[in-house]
């Protein structure tokens, strides 16, 4: 009989439909079968009931115990036929609760064998049946027989065997006791036992769980335990038409139709309900948690914790819950985009449901439904602004104070000093590095009060209420360097205007340099490199020092080297690049920045023997470069090896550097970019520009243009 099956592929199978997180979830998966096969009883029994029992086997450790079977009896219809196709066929849609296709796998994702015995009554005739599943042979070893018993009664045994459990979930077995197992399932189905109760003058069946090991415990859920709600009532949920307009855009359109959710609040001690929550529900079973209470998940009022439920037609429908039954496959109004809208599933005339409608209604509806949380949640709120106001502690801190809903004036005010601490002592680290930084200031140097002022900027910008004030002043800044950067370009500055001191001369390109790395200096406390690269700020480096003096990590730059090499590889040891970086071992940076009226085109080899020495008389080695000739004036047909960027400067990249003595070795590779100053200003006006629009100051930094 076997081989009449439909074929499927388990392994398949099971990655579609995915593990679910909570380790509970096969017997579950087991139990909701049950109450269904017992819901199928064409005459309820005031007898019928289920058995949960879990078998523990002990370890050599005698404190730890291991699950070895999982056993689910109930008093339900049985296999019967109709039953038994229902569950060979996968991802069956058809009417009844069991048949989502997700049940039967998750019991395969926990366990590796499960056997199932069952009897049933057809035609008055109670015939027998048992089978196996696997992973390999989904149904095996069938057999079907007629009971020689003919008052034999309806029953169905599934058994879980061989657990494929990981770590934690040993673990959590491990420690799970008769009495928690017994609460997480009567919250499980808390709305499932409340409603069955209205249906039979019987209610729910009787739930009897035992934990097997040397001895054995029981607990027993009966129709005299379930609890009701503390309230019920109804929301409504619109409909929604989506229409795609030529501008590219979404309009979303709520229509008159709606659909009924039905909701249930129920109120339970802390002892017997471990969490907070609100649920969406599938055939009367928590499907998707909804982080919507005004109460945190371990709080409890006055001894209590709430679970509140949603559930109606729409959240039955089988095409509507994910596979693994641990979801709600509703569209977001975030996920849809424009193709999205002009796909099939969004027809201008179909209406639908989005999962954005049935929040909000829910979220509307809260402050009804637990309207004294609301009421206590609004005390609080102006308790904790009280309290904060009176010490000084500010809104900030208030909301990251984890504050409890049932917490007393006392206990809030401890928290919100204890929050300010720890703000305080990360704000006390951050001023640590800085006045740690103070020994690398020498008042002997210039540039030395530019440096202790930038550091006092720095701290003061620690102060809470100023951060935005400071950031508009870092950012105004930067916008002047860039805009004294264009007027050097133009020739606009008054030192540029006012004659020459009798016997000097006055150098663009000196201004240049200094304006963006001061020369002479070997630190980069105080630069705006940043008009280049951001990154560069972070980098150590020195502007215009001879290659001997630069000093890299505490060593010399180059190693020491003779006279004889000096003379035979005619290098130039007093060579000073205008800006040395070192980013990172076996690399570094080179700038070479030129007059406006310089033409660049002639001194692309310049930064290239620069190359060439440091990349064979490094004391440690650097082979990889990356270099920059900035200036204003070049010819790009002159550059017939470069490449043109997006920016519209040039790059010519992988440029070998030979080894000295041997040409024929490679002792390293540059990168050479000429850049124009007119682009560089421009490119940080885009970027300064972008930060005062997200600070609200567009209109302050032309003003600050302007002054200049």
Same mark, same amino acid.
């Given at each position: 009989m076997s081989s009449d099956q439909a074929r499927i592929n388990i392994e398949g199978a099971l990655e579609i439909v995915k593990k679910s997180k909570n380790p509970l979830t096969p017997i579950y998966e087991?139990? %909701?079968?049950?109450? +269904?096969? &017992?819901?199928? &009883?064409? !005459?309820?029994? !005031?007898?019928? +009931?289920?058995?949960?029992? *879990?078998?523990?086997?002990?370890t050599t450790d005698q404190r730890k115990r291991l699950l070895s079977s999982v056993e689910i009896e109930d008093s339900g219809t049985g296999f019967t036929k109709s039953n038994l196709d229902r569950f060979k066929e996968f991802f069956d849609k058809s009417k009844g609760f069991d048949n989502r296709g997700s049940g039967r796998l998750q019991f395969l994702h926990r366990f590796s064998t499960v056997e199932v015995e069952s009897v049933s009554r057809e035609s008055q005739i109670p015939k027998g049946l048992s089978f196996t599943c696997d992973k390999t042979n989904f149904i095996s070893n069938e057999k079907q027989w007629n009971e020689t018993n003919k008052s034999s009664s309806p029953k169905t045994i599934v058994t879980l065997k061989n657990p494929i459990l990981n770590k934690k979930e040993n673990l959590f077995y491990n420690n799970l006791d008769i009495e928690t197992l017994t609460n997480e399932i009567r919250n499980h189905f808390l709305l499932r036992f409340y409603l069955d109760s209205k249906k039979t003058k019987f209610g729910p069946p009787k739930i009897r769980i035992q934990f097997i090991e040397d001895t054995q415990e029981e607990r027993i859920i009966s129709s005299e335990n379930i609890q009701f709600p503390e309230s019920e009532g109804q929301i409504q949920v619109p409909y929604i038409r989506v229409k795609t307009l030529d501008s590219g855009k979404i309009e979303w359109i709520r229509t008159s139709d709606f659909e009924v959710l039905h909701w249930a609040k129920f109120k339970t001690s802390e002892q017997m309900l471990s969490k907070n929550s609100i649920y969406l529900c599938s055939k009367n079973i928590p499907v998707q948690a909804l982080n919507l209470l005004p109460i945190k998940k371990g709080e409890h009022i006055d001894g209590y914790r709430y679970q509140t439920v949603f559930y109606g037609d729409i959240?039955? !429908?089988?095409?509507?819950?994910?596979?693994?039954?641990?979801?709600? /496959?509703?569209?977001?109004? !975030?996920?849809?985009?424009?193709?999205?809208?002009?796909?099939?599933?969004?027809?201008?005339? =179909?209406?639908?449901?989005?999962?954005?409608? #049935?929040?909000?209604? &829910?979220?509307?509806?809260?402050?009804?439904?637990?309207?004294?949380?609301? /009421?206590?949640? $609004?005390? =609080?709120?102006?308790?904790?602004?009280? #309290?904060?106001?009176?010490?000084?502690?500010?809104?900030?801190? $208030?909301? /990251?104070?984890?504050?409890?809903?049932?917490?007393?004036?006392? %206990? @809030?005010?401890? /928290?919100?000093?204890?929050?300010?601490?720890?703000?305080?002592? =990360? =704000?006390?680290?951050?001023?640590? #590095?800085?006045? +740690?930084?103070?020994?690398? *200031?020498?008042? @002997?140097?210039?540039?030395?009060?530019?440096?202790?002022?930038?550091? #006092?900027?720095?701290?003061?910008?620690l102060v809470d209420k100023q951060n935005k004030e400071e950031l508009s002043r870092y950012v105004i800044r930067r916008e002047m360097v860039s805009k004294i950067l264009g007027k050097i370009l133009n020739n606009e500055l008054s030192y540029q205007k006012s004659p020459a001191p009798k016997g000097k001369r006055k150098s663009p390109e000196g201004l240049i340099h200094d304006l963006i790395f001061k020369r002479k200096t070997n630190s980069n406390i105080h630069n705006d490199l940043w008009i280049l690269n951001e990154e560069y700020l972070h980098f150590e480096g020195c502007s215009d020092l001879p290659l001997t003096e630069i000093v890299v990590n505490g060593i010399p730059l180059l190693r020491e080297v003779t006279a004889e090499q000096i003379e035979k590889f005619g290098v130039k040891l007093d060579r000073r690049p205008d800006i040395f970086l070192f980013p990172q071992e076996g690399q570094c940076v080179l700038i070479e920045l030129k007059a406006p009226n310089v033409d660049l085109s002639e001194h692309t080899t310049q930064l290239l023997r620069y190359c060439n020495l440091i990349s064979n008389l490094a004391t440690n080695p650097i082979n990889r470069f990356f270099c920059y000739l900035i200036g204003e004036k070049f010819n790009e047909w002159d550059l017939n090896e470069y490449h043109p960027t997006v920016s519209g400067d040039f790059i010519k990249n992988d440029i070998p550097i030979k080894k000295y003595g041997d040409h024929s070795q490679v002792s390293g590779s540059a990168q050479v970019e000429i850049i124009k100053l007119s682009s560089l200003v421009e490119r940080a006006h885009k970027r300064n520009q972008s930060f005062a629009e997200k600070l609200g100051l567009p209109e302050l930094l032309k003003t600050a243009s302007l002054e200049l």
């Open positions: 087991a139990m %909701t079968n049950s109450l +269904e096969s &017992i819901a199928q &009883i064409e !005459k309820p029994q !005031k007898d019928s +009931e289920i058995v949960l029992r *879990l078998f523990f086997e002990p959240l039955d !429908k089988a095409e509507n819950v994910s596979d693994a039954v641990d979801a709600f /496959k509703f569209p977001h109004k !975030k996920d849809v985009t424009f193709d999205a809208a002009n796909d099939l599933f969004f027809e201008d005339d =179909q209406p639908f449901i989005l999962m954005d409608e #049935i929040t909000n209604s &829910i979220s509307n509806e809260l402050p009804i439904i637990h309207k004294e949380l609301q /009421k206590l949640k $609004a005390s =609080q709120d102006e308790a904790i602004a009280n #309290i904060s106001a009176l010490n000084g502690i500010s809104p900030e801190i $208030a909301l /990251k104070s984890n504050i409890s809903l049932t917490d007393d004036d006392e %206990t @809030i005010t401890k /928290k919100l000093y204890v929050r300010q601490a720890e703000h305080l002592a =990360q =704000q006390g680290n951050e001023v640590k #590095i800085i006045y +740690e930084s103070l020994r690398d *200031l020498n008042p @002997i140097e210039t540039g030395y009060s530019e440096s202790l002022q930038d550091k #006092i900027e720095r701290l003061n910008a």
